[in-house]
C-alpha cells in the first residue's frame, strides 16, 4: 500500500463532494420510490400471470417427460413421478416470492445506481441526465424482465423437457439409483450431518474475528490508498458504507457456513453410495472439515492447509506425497507450454484413457478447459510482450478487462482452431488425445450454440490451408487490432490477392 503523493488535496476533494453525494442520494432515492412500485407491479403482474397460466401445461407436461423418459431407469422414475407434485406446488409460490424480490431490488436499485452514474466523467449534461437516468429505461428493462421470463417458461423448459423422452445411445445407461446401496449411503449421512454441522460451524466462528479484521485492514488500506472499491470518488461514500456493515457480512459468512454443513454431511453419503464403501463416506464426513478449514484458510490469507486430517475419500485419489509429485510434473508442463497430467482432466497426456472411461464430456469440463488455456497462453503472450502489466493492473483495478476478457479467450480458441484444422479432425483438438465432437460433447443447448460457430470456422480455416504468415498475422492481429472499424479489417494481411484477404478478415471479424 502506497499512500497517493496529493493526499491531502484528494481527501478535501472527498470532503468537498460529501454535500454532492447526499444530494445525489435524495434524488436517487426519490426516484426509486416513484419507479420502484411500477417495475414491481410490472414484473410480478406479469410473472405471475405467466406463472398461472402455463401451471398447468408445465404439471402435465413435467409428468408425461418424466414417464415417457429413456434416460431414468426405473427405480429412479418412480421416486421422481412420486416426489414432483411437492416442486410443483411451491413452483406457483416461489416464483411470486422470487418476482417480488426481485422486482424491489431490480427497481430501487436501478434508479439509485443510474443517478450517480450520470455524474459520470464521459457524460455531457449531467444535470439532465441526474433527473432522466433511471426512470423510462429501469421500465423497460422490468418489461425486458417479464419477457426473458416468458421466453423461458414458454420455450426454453419446454424444449429442455422434451431432451427427456430423446433416444439415447445404444452405448448409454439410463440413469438409476441402486436399491442395496442405499442403506449404507443413509446410515452414512445420518452420521455425518451432526459430525460436519457442529465442526464446522465450530470452525467458521473460530475464523470469524479473522475475517472481520482483516476485512477492515484490507479495507481502510484501500480507503488510504485510494485503490479497488475506493477508486473512483463517487463509490467511496459507498465502499465507506461496506466497512461500516463490514460485520454483517462475517456474519453472513458464519451462517452461510452453518447452512453449507449440512450439505456436506449429506454430501457423505452420496460419497459412500458412488465408492460403494461405508468406509470412505465416513473417510468424507472428516475430510469435509479439512477442505472447509483449506478453504477458509486461503480466502483469509491465512497458513496453507488445515490442521485437520484428510484421509482418502475415492478409490482413484492420489496421497499426499504423490500429490507434490503431481505438483512438481505440473509445473515442468507449463514451463514447456503444456498442461500436466493433474492440472487439467481435459487436456492431459494421459486424457485417452480418460476418454475411455467416459462417454460424454460435462459444460465445466469444456470451460475449465478453456480457462486453463487462458491461463498458458496468457503467460505465453506476456512473455511475447502482447500483453503487459498495465494491461493486467487496468483489469484488476480499473474493471477494463477487454483485452484480457474477450481478446484472450479469442486468441486461445484460434490457436485450438488452427490446431484442428491442420489435424483434419472432425471437431476440436484441446489436446493430443483430445478431440470434442458434438458426438462426445455436452448435451446441452447452450454448448451447442458454442461449439456450432467454431466448428463451422474451422473447416473456413481448414480450406483456406493458412500458411505460417497468414496465421502469425491472424494471431497478431486478434491481440492488437480493436475491430471497431471497418478500415481496421484490412490491417496487415500479407496476401495480395482481394478474395483471400476478404477471407482472412471474416474469420478475423468473426473471432471478435
Known amino acids: 500500500m502506497e499512500v497517493p503523493v496529493h493526499f491531502v488535496a484528494k481527501l478535501w476533494s472527498f470532503v468537498s463532494f460529501l454535500p454532492f453525494f447526499f444530494l445525489l442520494l435524495i434524488l436517487g432515492l426519490l426516484k426509486a420510490a416513484i419507479i420502484g412500485p411500477v417495475v414491481v407491479g410490472i414484473i410480478v403482474i406479469g410473472n405471475s400471470a405467466i406463472i398461472a397460466g402455463l401451471w398447468l401445461a408445465h404439471f402435465v407436461w413435467t409428468y408425461y417427460c418424466v414417464a415417457r423418459s429413456k434416460r431414468l431407469g426405473l427405480v429412479l422414475k418412480i421416486l421422481v413421478l412420486l416426489l414432483l407434485p411437492l416442486p410443483l406446488a411451491l413452483w406457483p409460490v416461489l416464483g411470486v416470492v422470487g418476482s417480488v424480490l426481485g422486482g424491489i431490488g431490480y427497481g430501487f436499485f436501478a434508479p439509485l445506481l443510474a443517478t450517480f452514474e450520470a455524474v ?64 449404507a449411503s443413509l446410515l452414512v449421512s445420518l452420521i455425518g450431518v451432526p459430525v460436519d454441522v ?190 503487459d502489466v498495465k494491461d493486467i493492473e487496468e483489469c484488476l483495478l480499473k474493471g477494463n478487462c477487454k483485452k484480457l476478457g474477450i481478446k484472450l479467450p479469442a486468441w486461445s480458441i484460434l490457436q485450438c482452431l488452427l490446431a484442428s484444422a491442420k489435424s483434419n479432425s472432425s471437431g476440436l483438438v484441446i489436446s493430443d488425445d483430445v478431440e470434442l465432437t458434438r458426438a462426445n460433447g455436452p448435451k446441452d443447448k447452450v454448448f451447442e450454440w458454442f461449439i456450432g460457430p467454431l466448428l463451422v470456422i474451422k473447416e473456413q480455416l481448414k480450406n483456406l490451408q493458412l500458411n505460417a504468415n497468414e496465421e502469425l498475422c491472424l494471431r497478431y492481429l486478434f491481440m492488437k487490432s480493436n475491430n471497431e472499424k471497418p478500415e481496421e479489417w484490412d490491417t496487415g494481411f500479407p496476401s495480395g490477392d482481394h478474395v483471400r484477404r476478404a477471407q482472412l478478415q471474416a474469420i478475423f471479424r468473426r473471432g471478435l
Request: net charge negative; proline share 5%; aromatic share 12%.
Open 120 to 183: 459520470g466523467e464521459n457524460i455531457t449534461d449531467k444535470f439532465y441526465h441526474c433527473f432522466v437516468d433511471g426512470t423510462w429505461s429501469t421500465v423497460i428493462g422490468g418489461c425486458i424482465v417479464v419477457q426473458d421470463f416468458t421466453d423461458f417458461c414458454f420455450h426454453s423448459y419446454f424444449s429442455y423437457m422434451d431432451e427427456l423422452i430423446e433416444q439415447i445411445p445404444a452405448d448409454e445407461k439410463p440413469m438409476d439409483i441402486e436399491l442395496l446401496k442405499l442403506p
Open 198 to 387: 457442529p465442526v464446522i460451524t465450530a470452525v467458521a466462528i473460530w475464523k470469524s474475528p479473522y475475517m472481520l479484521f482483516r476485512g477492515w485492514k484490507r479495507l481502510l488500506e484501500d480507503l488510504i490508498g485510494r485503490e479497488g472499491p475506493f477508486l473512483e470518488t463517487v463509490c467511496v461514500p459507498f465502499a465507506g458504507l461496506a466497512i461500516i456493515l463490514w460485520p454483517l457480512a462475517v456474519v453472513g459468512a458464519v451462517v452461510t457456513a452453518f447452512i453449507s454443513s449440512f450439505f456436506l454431511g449429506l454430501y457423505s453419503g452420496a460419497i459412500a453410495y458412488q465408492e460403494d464403501s461405508i468406509c470412505l463416506g465416513l473417510a468424507f464426513i472428516i475430510s469435509a472439515v479439512s477442505l472447509f478449514d483449506e478453504y477458509v484458510n486461503e480466502l483469509l490469507y491465512l497458513r496453507v492447509g488445515s490442521c485437520f486430517p484428510r484421509p482418502l475419500y475415492r478409490r482413484n485419489m492420489c496421497s499426499c506425497p504423490e500429490r507434490k509429485k503431481c505438483g512438481d510434473n505440473d509445473k515442468k508442463d507449463l514451463e514447456n507450454g503444456r498442461e500436466g497430467p493433474y492440472t487439467s482432466k481435459l487436456i492431459s497426456q494421459q486424457s485417452r484413457t480418460w476418454k475411455q472411461a467416459i462417454q460424454h464430456y460435462k459444460p465445466v469440463q469444456v470451460w475449465g478447459w478453456l480457462l486453463k488455456s487462458c491461463e498458458i497462453n496468457g503467460r505465453i503472450l506476456l512473455r511475447d510482450g502482447l500483453i
